[in-house]
C-alpha cells in the first residue's frame, strides 16, 4: 500500500463524514473508527521494513526547481507517531460514540476530528521541511475547530481563539525556520537536512534559526512562557481533550524537537533556551495542577508538566536522555489519554468536574475507579507501571548531567520537587474523586458508563501495566527503531529492566513519593489555599485587548471612507517601495542602442497624454466624458503593445478595456453627486486646486517611475535576460511557438493559477457583497400602479438571484441584432482560445470576449429572455474552470511529472489531418471558463444593484405627493 494513503484517507473521510445526515452517528462514527483502524493496521505493517533503521520514502515531483516537492518519508520515530495517533485515534472515536449527546452535531464533530487525524500525520510523515509547515498549520486550524466545537458557550470561543492565536503565531516563525533550515542546507528535504548537523550548528544564522524553531515547538507544546492557551483549551468535549493531550497537537511541539534533534541540538544555546523553558514547565505545570478545582484542568496543567520533562530531556545535549523523551512520549501517550477519558466518563455521569463537589464515586463506579486510580498511579510514577520506567531514566539523566556544579546540584532538586509535585496532584486527583464520603449534590446519579465508553480506558491501563511489568518484550523493540532516528543513527546503551538496584534515582523517587505524600497531606481540607496563581492567560487576554483598543484607535484617526485618500496613501506606499531599491543603485540603465525616434509613436504618444489629462480635467466636469478619454488612453496604450510586436498584450489590453468601461459604466450611477463630492472635498481642509496639484504630481511621478524601469529594461542586452530561454525552449518543451502563451501555461504554469484563484476569490468577494443588499419590503410590495419601471424590469426584480441591469437595454441597438452576435462573436471568441498556442490569442482573451458577448444580451435583451434561453449560472463556471485547472496539475503528478508539466500528442484525424494536442489545452480551458464566470458574476451583480437603485429611487418618487398638493 502507498503510504500516501495514510495522509489521504483521513482527509477524504473527513469530507464525507460532513456530508452525512445528523441522524446518522452510528454511520459517521463507523466510517471514522474504520479509517483510524485501518490506518494503524497499515502503519504496524510497515514495521518490519523500518526496524532497523530502514526509511520508507514516497516524493511526488511538484516544483524541483524550488525544492517544493510532496514527500512521505516513514522511519522508526515517525511510525511511532502514526501508531499514537492513528491507535488513539480509534480509541476516541469509539469513546466519542457514546459520549456526545444525539443533540450535538455529530457530522461536524467527526468531520473535524478525521481532518485533525490527517493534518497531525502529515506533520510527522513529511518528509519536506516546507509540507511539515504547512500541516504544522493545518493543526492549529482544525484544533481551533474541535476546540470550539461547542460555539454556543463563550469559554469555547475564547479558548479555541487563543489557541489559535498562539499556534498560528508560532507557525509562522516555524516556517521562517524551515525556510533559513532549507538556505542553509541548501534543500528542504529531510534527507537532505538531517545529516547536515555540523554545517548548521556552524552556520551564522543559526541562532536566528533556532530562536524561529522554538518559538513554534513551544507555543505548539505549550512551554514557558506560552503554557497558559492549553488550560483555557479545557473547554472542548473531552474526546477531543483526550486526543489533543496524549497523541496529536500538543505533541507536536516535542516531536519537532526530537526529529531536528540532531541538526540543532548539541550547543550552549540549545541547552539552556530548551532545557531552561523545559525545567520552568515541569515546575510550573505541576505545581498549578496542586491547586485547580476543575477534573480536567488539573489534568491539563499536568500534560504541561510532564511535556516540560520531555522537554528537558530532549535540551540536555546527551543520546541518553534523547531515548528517555521518546519513551515518556509513548508512556504519557497512554496514561494521558486514558485520564482524560476516565474524567469524562465521571463528567458525562455525574454531572459536573467541580473536584470539590466530587466525593465517594467508587461506591457507585468501581471499575473506573480503579482504571483511573491505576492511570494516576502511572502519571505519579509509581514502580510496575510505565510511567516509573522513564521518570527513573530522567532521574539517571540529571544526576549524571555533566554540567557546571549549580546545573549538576541544582537540576536533581528540580527533577525530585516536581516529582513530588506529580505525585500529589496525581494523589488528590483519586483521592478527592473517588474517595472520601459518597457526595450527595450531584446533578446526576453516578453510575457506571456503557461498556463500549469504557472499553479504551481499560485497553490503555492494560498497556500502562504491560509495559510496566514488561517493558523490554512489550516496548523495546519500538523504543529501539523510535528513538534511533533521533540520535542520528546510533543508540546508546540503556536498560528497559525493572529493577536496577539501589541507586541514586531509586533513592530520587523514594523521596519524590514520600515528599508527594507529605505535600498532598498538608494541603488537603485546605481549600482556600489556592496557591500563586501565575495566570498568563490573563495576561494574554489584556494585551489582545490593548492591540484591539490601539488598532481601534489608529483606524479612528487614520481610516476614512473616502477613496481618493485610501488611493494616496496606497500609491504612496507603492511608490515608497518601489523607489527605495531604485535609490540603493539596485537597478540601473543599458547599454543597448537606442533606436531613431518614430514621429507615429510619437504622436500616438501625444494622444494618449492628451486623452490622460483631459480626463483628469472632465473628471471635475463630466464623469462620462471622462470615462470616455480614459478609454481613449487604454486605446493608445494597446495600439503601443502592436509598435513593439506584442499583439498578445495589445488583445488582451483591448478586451479588458471594454470589461472595465462596461464595469465603470455601471458603477458611475453609485457615486456621490458632484456638487456633493466638492463640498465633502472643501471640509477636507485642502483646496482644491493644492489638492488636484498633489493628485497630479503623485501620478505623474508614478508614471515617470514605470516609464524608466521600463526604458531600463529595455535598454539592457538581450542575453542578459531571461527571454533567450523561454524563446529557445517554447516549441521543444511548451508544444508552441506563441512564446507568451506558453509561458503563461506552461513554464509560469503555477503563477497563472494562483492568478485565477485571485480573480475567483475577487469575483466571489463582489457578488458575497453585493447580494447583501435588499430593496426595501415596501418596495417589493409597490402596487402595480407605481412601478415606475417596464414590465420585464419588474419581472426581474422580483427574482433577485437573476436580475441585472436591463434599463441599459433600452439602447440605439436593437436586440435582434445584439442576439444575431452572439453566435458570430462566440465563435470569434473559440478562434482566439484555438490559436493561442501558436498565434496571438489564449484562453484569458478568449474569456474576456465570451463574455463580452453575454454581456451584451443582457443590456439588449433584458434578463428575463437570456436566462429563459441561457441559463447561465456564473459560479458554476468558476468552480470547473477552477477543478479543470487544478486537474490537469494534478494529472502530471500522477505520472511522476511536477505539478502543470505540459506534455504534447500527435493525432491524425479524418478531413482535418495531423494535428498536436498540448495538456496544456485543459489548463487554458479552465482559465477561459473562469474568466467567463467571474466576469459574469461581477458585472451582472453590479448591474443587479442598479437597478435595484432605480426601482427604488422610483419608489421614492412614487412616494411623493403630485406638486399642486405640495404646494397647497
Not at 196 to 202: E, F, M, T, Y
Not at 291 to 320: C, M, Q
Not at 482 to 490: E, I, K, Q
Not at 603 to 618: E, N
Request: aromatic share 10%.
Amino acid at each position: 500500500m502507498s503510504p500516501w494513503l495514510l495522509l489521504l484517507l483521513p482527509f477524504t473521510a473527513s469530507v464525507i463524514a460532513a456530508l452525512l445526515p445528523s441522524n446518522a452517528r452510528n454511520i459517521e462514527s463507523t466510517l471514522a473508527g474504520l479509517v483510524a483502524l485501518w490506518c494503524v493496521v497499515q502503519s504496524a505493517l510497515y514495521f518490519p521494513e523500518i526496524a532497523h533503521g530502514e526509511v520508507l520514502r514516497h516524493t511526488v515531483q511538484w516544483l524541483p526547481a524550488l525544492g517544493l516537492n510532496l514527500s512521505v518519508r516513514i522511519d522508526g520515530f515517525a511510525w511511532l507517531f502514526c501508531m499514537l495517533i492513528f491507535g488513539i485515534g480509534a480509541l476516541v472515536v469509539l469513546y466519542a460514540r457514546y459520549y456526545l449527546s444525539p443533540q450535538d452535531p455529530v457530522p461536524r464533530f467527526f468531520s473535524f476530528l478525521l481532518a485533525f487525524m490527517g493534518a497531525m500525520a502529515g506533520v510527522v510523515l513529511s518528509g519536506n521541511v516546507i509540507q511539515l509547515a504547512l500541516f504544522w498549520e493545518l493543526t492549529s486550524l482544525f484544533s481551533f475547530l474541535l476546540i470550539g466545537y461547542w460555539h454556543h458557550r463563550r469559554d469555547a470561543r475564547r479558548g479555541a481563539l487563543m489557541a489559535l492565536t498562539v499556534t498560528g503565531a508560532g507557525g509562522l516563525a516555524l516556517l521562517g525556520a524551515m525556510l533559513l533550515l532549507g538556505h542553509i542546507v541548501g534543500s528542504y528535504e529531510l534527507d537532505a537536512i538531517l545529516p547536515a548537523g555540523d554545517q548548521v550548528r556552524a552556520h551564522p544564522l543559526y541562532h536566528a534559526t533556532l530562536a524561529l524553531l522554538l518559538l513554534g515547538a513551544f507555543t505548539k507544546s505549550a512551554q514557558f512562557p506560552f503554557h497558559f492557551w492549553l488550560p483555557n483549551a479545557m473547554a472542548a468535549p473531552t474526546p477531543v481533550s483526550s486526543y489533543l493531550h496524549s497523541a496529536t497537537m500538543v505533541k507536536a511541539g516535542v516531536f519537532l524537537l526530537a526529529r531536528l534533534w540532531p541538526v540543532m541540538a548539541g550547543t550552549e544555546a540549545w541547552f539552556w533556551c530548551v532545557a531552561g523553558a523545559g525545567c520552568i514547565t515541569l515546575l510550573l505545570g505541576g505545581y498549578q495542577a496542586m491547586f485547580e478545582r476543575d477534573l480536567k484542568g488539573v489534568l491539563a496543567y499536568s500534560t504541561s508538566s510532564h511535556l516540560g520533562l520531555i522537554t528537558l530531556l530532549l535540551g540536555l545535549n546527551s543520546p541518553l536522555a534523547a531515548v528517555a523523551a521518546v519513551f515518556h512520549i509513548m508512556n504519557h501517550a497512554t496514561f494521558k489519554a486514558s485520564l482524560f477519558m476516565a474524567a469524562g466518563i465521571v463528567d458525562h455521569e455525574s454531572g459536573t468536574r467541580d473536584m470539590t463537589r466530587l466525593s465517594g464515586l467508587r461506591h457507585m463506579m468501581p471499575i473506573t475507579a480503579t482504571l483511573a486510580t491505576v492511570a494516576s498511579a502511572a502519571m505519579a510514577g509509581v514502580p510496575l507501571l510505565n510511567g516509573f520506567l522513564s521518570k527513573e531514566m530522567f532521574f539517571a539523566e540529571t544526576v549524571f548531567l555533566d554540567a557546571s556544579p549549580i546545573v549538576s546540584t541544582l537540576l536533581p532538586i528540580a527533577a525530585t520537587v516536581a516529582s513530588m509535585f506529580s505525585v500529589a496532584y496525581s494523589l488528590r486527583l483519586v483521592a478527592s474523586v473517588f474517595f472520601g464520603p459518597v457526595a450527595d449534590d450531584l446533578p446526576r446519579q453516578p453510575h457506571e458508563p456503557v461498556r463500549w465508553m469504557r472499553a479504551p480506558v481499560e485497553f490503555l491501563v492494560a498497556l500502562c501495566l504491560l509495559v510496566g511489568i514488561f517493558p523490554a518484550a512489550v516496548v523495546g523493540p519500538a523504543l529501539a527503531a523510535a528513538a534511533l532516528p533521533v540520535t542520528g543513527g546510533s543508540l546508546p546503551e540503556y536498560s528497559l529492566a525493572v529493577w536496577h538496584g539501589i541507586n541514586a534515582p531509586l533513592v530520587m523517587s523514594l523521596i519524590a513519593m514520600a515528599g508527594g505524600l507529605l505535600l498532598h497531606r498538608l494541603l488537603r481540607g485546605r481549600p482556600a489555599m489556592r496557591g500563586l496563581r501565575m495566570d498568563a492567560g490573563r495576561l494574554f487576554v489584556a494585551v489582545s485587548a490593548l492591540v484591539t483598543s490601539l488598532a481601534r484607535r489608529g483606524r479612528q484617526r487614520l481610516a476614512t471612507r473616502r477613496l481618493q485618500w485610501q488611493m494616496l496613501w496606497l500609491v504612496l506606499a507603492a511608490l515608497g517601495a518601489a523607489a527605495l531599491p531604485l535609490w540603493l543603485g539596485a537597478s540601473h540603465l543599458g547599454q543597448r542602442s537606442i533606436a531613431p525616434p518614430a514621429p507615429a509613436l510619437a504622436l500616438l504618444w501625444l494622444v494618449g497624454a492628451i486623452c490622460a489629462l483631459a480626463a483628469a480635467w472632465q473628471a471635475k466636469y463630466h464623469r462620462l466624458a471622462a470615462l470616455i478619454l480614459v478609454g481613449g488612453t487604454g486605446l493608445c496604450t494597446s495600439l503601443t503593445f502592436l509598435w513593439f510586436s506584442a499583439p498578445d498584450l495589445a488583445l488582451t489590453q483591448l478586451a479588458v478595456e471594454f470589461v472595465t468601461t462596461l464595469l465603470m459604466l455601471l458603477g458611475l450611477r453609485w457615486l456621490p453627486r458632484r456638487e456633493e463630492e466638492l463640498r465633502h472635498l472643501q471640509r477636507s481642509g485642502l483646496p482644491q486646486r493644492t489638492r488636484r496639484l498633489r493628485d497630479g504630481v503623485l501620478a505623474a511621478c508614478s508614471g515617470l517611475g514605470m516609464a524608466w524601469l521600463a526604458y531600463a529594461l529595455m535598454t539592457r542586452d538581450f542575453a542578459q535576460s531571461t527571454s533567450t530561454f523561454f524563446l529557445e525552449n517554447a516549441r521543444p518543451l511548451g508544444g508552441g511557438s506563441n512564446v507568451v502563451n506558453v509561458m503563461l501555461v506552461d513554464f509560469r504554469g503555477f503563477d497563472t493559477f494562483g492568478e485565477i484563484v485571485v480573480l475567483a476569490i475577487v469575483a466571489l468577494t463582489v457578488y458575497a457583497l453585493l447580494r447583501r443588499f435588499r430593496p426595501a419590503r415596501e418596495v417589493m410590495e409597490l402596487p402595480a400602479q407605481q412601478r415606475a419601471l417596464p414590465p420585464d424590469l419588474q419581472t426581474d426584480l422580483l427574482n433577485p438571484r437573476h436580475a441585472a441591469d436591463t434599463a441599459i437595454g433600452y439602447l440605439m441597438v436593437p436586440a435582434v441584432l445584439a442576439r444575431w452576435l452572439l453566435p458570430f462573436i462566440a465563435l470569434i471568441a473559440i478562434h482566439l482560445f484555438l490559436r493561442g498556442h501558436d498565434e496571438p490569442g489564449g484562453g484569458f482573451v478568449a474569456g474576456l470576449v465570451f463574455s463580452l458577448a453575454l454581456v451584451l444580451q443582457y443590456m439588449v435583451s433584458g434578463t428575463t429572455w437570456v436566462e429563459a434561453r441561457l441559463p447561465l449560472k456564473p459560479e458554476r463556471w468558476i468552480a470547473t474552470g477552477l477543478l479543470l485547472a487544478l486537474a490537469t496539475g494534478l494529472g502530471s503528478i500522477v505520472f511522476g511529472y511536477p505539478f502543470l508539466t505540459s506534455h504534447m500528442a500527435h493525432l491524425t484525424l479524418p478531413v482535418i489531418g495531423e494535428i498536436h494536442i498540448a495538456s496544456a489545452l485543459f489548463f487554458d480551458t479552465g482559465v477561459a471558463l473562469l474568466v467567463i464566470g467571474a466576469t459574469l458574476l461581477m458585472l451582472t451583480a453590479i448591474a443587479h444593484q442598479s437597478v435595484r437603485s432605480h426601482y427604488y429611487h422610483a419608489h421614492l418618487q412614487a412616494q411623493r405627493p403630485p406638486a399642486g398638493q405640495e404646494a397647497g
